[in-house]
């Protein structure tokens, strides 16, 4: 599976953005969805996962109630809502899926399809 991401932007410290990510293929909504971050100078990190379905989410700690991922499998599409963000959050956020029928969530290192990455700044 091929993603594309967009929708990254700076915007202040409190705003939101919503990222999507668009799939090619017919098979989208076989895969577990994830979104993943990495700010400049450190490792990347897990954000939020969505079940093939929709009907299950996870979130890292630090997004929790400010995130919210979702999916249109007839759009072939996830996305993420980003709300009252923070500079903390500043970084290039990536969405990406792991090979199907592995586990639920997926772990950082099971994400084998990757988009190119978009950039969101939050200044404070």
């Known amino acids: 599976v091929q993603l594309q991401a967009s929708g990254g932007g700076l915007v202040q410290a409190g705003g939101s953005l919503r990222l999507s990510c668009t799939a090619s293929g017919r098979t989208f909504g076989s895969y577990f969805m994830g979104w993943l971050r990495q700010a400049p100078g450190k490792e990347r990190q897990f954000v939020a996962a969505?079940?093939?379905?929709?009907?299950?989410?996870h979130y890292t700690d630090s997004v929790k109630g400010r995130f919210t991922i979702s999916r249109d499998n007839a759009k072939n599409t996830s996305y993420l809502q980003m709300n009252s963000l923070k500079p903390e959050d500043t970084a290039v956020y990536y969405c990406?899926?792991?090979?199907?029928?592995?586990?639920?969530?997926?772990?950082?290192?099971?994400?084998?399809?990757w988009g190119q990455g978009t950039e969101v700044t939050v200044s404070s």
């Open positions: 990406a899926a792991p090979r199907s029928g592995g586990g639920w969530p997926p772990r950082i290192e099971e994400y084998v399809y």
């Open positions: 969505i079940s093939r379905s929709g009907g299950i989410t």
